[in-house]
């Protein structure tokens, strides 16, 4: 999988993310938020070609639970994922240079 447009209809749980093998972003953000429609050419760019990494675009707002477990303040949110775990973030990212260093924290250790 790669990039995504859509939102995913149903938020995921924080168990089945925290288990979840492999290489992933979680995006969170909303489908109105100007800052997060801002950023999806350079989300698109960098995850487009990139068929090794899942990309999960949350919805979140306020009682939405995965976005408080990852604490998230501000849209959008990129949460970089190894094997389930938190290996980088950028937030509110306004270049491509800062999501590819997200993502070289990806490489194998």
């Known amino acids: 999988m790669t990039y995504s447009a859509q939102h995913l209809s149903q938020e995921p749980q924080r168990s089945d993310i925290d288990t979840q093998?492999?290489?992933?972003?979680?995006?969170?953000?909303?489908?109105?938020?100007?800052?997060?429609?801002?950023?999806?050419?350079?989300?698109?760019h960098a995850l487009g070609p990139r068929a090794?990494?899942?990309?999960?675009?949350?919805?979140?707002?306020?009682?939405?639970?995965?976005?408080?477990?990852?604490?998230?303040?501000?849209w959008p949110t990129l949460v970089v994922l190894r094997d389930g775990q938190e290996v980088a973030r950028v937030?509110?990212?306004t270049d491509?240079?800062?999501?590819?260093?997200?993502?070289?924290?990806?490489?194998t250790p």
């Open 96 to 107: 491509a240079a800062s999501i590819y260093t997200a993502l070289a924290a990806l490489k």
């Open 52 to 74: 090794d990494i899942r990309h999960l675009k949350v919805e979140d707002g306020p009682g939405k639970p995965l976005g408080r477990s990852y604490r998230i303040k501000l």
């Open 21 to 44: 093998p492999g290489l992933t972003v979680l995006e969170f953000g909303t489908p109105w938020c100007p800052h997060c429609l801002g950023a999806q050419g350079l989300i698109e």
């Open 91 to 93: 937030v509110r990212p």
